[in-house]
């Protein structure tokens, strides 16, 4: 990263770039007889889908994980999605500490950019921090999930198992190998398991929170406080799991398709795993193609809030969503300044949450239209919309439409989700030329609003 070529480019082209070598790897890799159980080569964008899909932590496939891959293709896919969910320059900056070299600033600039961090102090310190956080917590995940799967699969099956899901789970990936009993089946044949549900949520919701409010929770005792960023993480959070849950069990309460033959603790359950799992990772216990459009509608916005900003989640961030409300909020008691917790948000960042919304608004929007002209389905609005959010915010959940895409659809769907996962504002910067603020500003004048 020292050469004269690499600091030519901005953090946010080597990102970029480093996330598209990843994939083109991974393809490679996965289009060998050795990566298929039939010992025949995966298409060639059968294989770009499924390397995006887990080096972007999404989990939408067009070939089931279980019935198509050998253990080794499993395993290219295991590594492609802890690689994608903490990030290559994470595992790069591992290697280079381990080798004693020393980190420059342009790489500690492409690790801020990475990272979601606002500063180069103690990004270092953070990285290491991200790695023995996920080694512990996807090493707990896994004890916890054999206790329910060793005695159901044997050793060797039940721990592999236990360290797939709980590697997907914390990277909020949403790939599974369940299909050996039922294609595409994800987890829903522990729909009422209270142990591989609730260890399941937990390994998601700690993933989706990010590693700075894990880290800052950690130090809590020591500290006595939180900063805005970790206060806004968690409250929102929890009022959107809480929130949804409420609004799924209204929905769903009597559908005889899911929740209707559950008993009322599995039902309550089934509510939480949705909302707590699924708006972030694409695990389901229940079928997302029978729930009622209402039910859809409501994944769906959940799918595009997503999890928070240096998480293995998707989506615009609950931040994200939590300053836009706090403006609009502002703005309706005729306040100019956004405060929240005793504290004001400068209108850089709102400047900042409303981009990313409204550019995601679009890419959703533009991939809805296409997948609709595409012919495949084109009277499916809520399934291609569906389709569409699930790609962006990387979250994997699918109303069976993607199994049955077209190349060019597919193409449409693996753009998407590598657009969703380094985010539409990266992907700007990444193609165009940062201009330098201009020396002076225009007269100002107001134009009518609404």
Not at 71 to 89: A, K, P, R
Not at 198 to 204: A, D, F, G, N, R
Not at 261 to 287: E, I, N, W, Y
Request: charged share 15%; glycine share 8%; aromatic share 10%.
């Amino acid at each position: 990263m020292d050469s004269a070529k690499t600091r030519s480019y901005n953090p946010s082209q080597i990102l970029v770039f480093g996330s598209a070598l990843t994939i083109l790897i991974g393809t490679l890799l996965l289009m060998t007889p050795y990566a298929t159980e039939s010992g025949e080569p995966l298409p060639p964008v059968d294989a770009l889908f499924t390397s995006t899909s887990a080096v972007c932590v999404t989990g939408l496939v067009v070939r089931d994980t279980a019935t198509t891959f050998s253990t080794f293709g499993e395993l290219v896919i295991l590594v492609l999605i802890q690689i994608g969910g903490l990030g290559l320059m994470t595992f790069t900056t591992l290697i280079a500490i381990l080798l004693g070299k020393r980190i420059s600033v342009k790489e500690r600039l492409i690790l801020r950019e990475a990272m979601d961090q606002l500063n180069l102090e103690g990004i270092v310190k953070l990285v290491l921090y991200v790695l023995i956080i996920s080694a512990v917590i996807e090493g707990i995940g896994s004890l916890l999930l054999a206790l329910r799967w060793v005695p159901e699969w044997g050793w060797e099956k039940g721990i592999y198992y236990s360290i797939f899901h709980a590697v997907s789970a914390f990277n909020n990936a949403g790939f599974d190998l369940f299909g050996d009993e039922r294609q595409f089946s994800s987890l829903t044949l522990y729909a009422e398991d209270p142990l591989v549900n609730l260890i399941v949520i937990s390994l998601v919701l700690l993933g989706s929170l990010g590693f700075v409010v894990i880290l800052e929770l950690m130090q809590y005792r020591r500290a006595r406080r939180l900063s805005l960023h970790s206060k806004l993480v968690l409250s929102v959070t929890g009022l959107v799991v809480l929130i949804g849950t409420a609004l799924f069990l209204l929905f769903e309460w009597g559908n005889p398709s899911t929740l209707g033959p559950l008993s009322v603790p599995g039902k309550v359950l089934a509510g939480l795993f949705q909302m707590a799992a699924t708006r972030t990772s694409g695990f389901l216990t229940l079928d997302a193609a029978s729930f009622y459009p209402s039910t859809q509608f409501l994944m769906i916005l959940l799918m595009f809030v997503g999890g928070a900003p240096n998480s293995t989640a998707g989506g615009i961030k609950v931040t994200t969503f939590a300053v836009m409300l706090l403006a609009v909020w502002g703005m309706m008691r005729g306040r100019d300044d956004v405060v929240v917790f005793h504290r004001r948000i400068p209108h850089r960042q709102v400047y900042k949450a409303l981009t990313v919304t409204v550019m995601s608004l679009t890419v959703v929007v533009v991939v809805t239209v296409l997948l609709l002209v595409s012919g495949n389905n084109p009277a499916h609005f809520l399934a291609s919309l569906y389709e569409a959010s699930s790609s962006f915010a990387i979250n994997g959940s699918s109303l069976g439409l993607t199994s049955r895409l077209t190349a060019v659809e597919k193409i449409l769907l693996i753009l998407t989700m590598f657009a969703g996962r380094l985010g539409p504002v990266t992907l700007v910067y990444a193609i165009s030329r940062r201009t330098t603020k201009p020396p002076f500003r225009y007269p100002e004048e107001q134009p009518l609003i609404g």
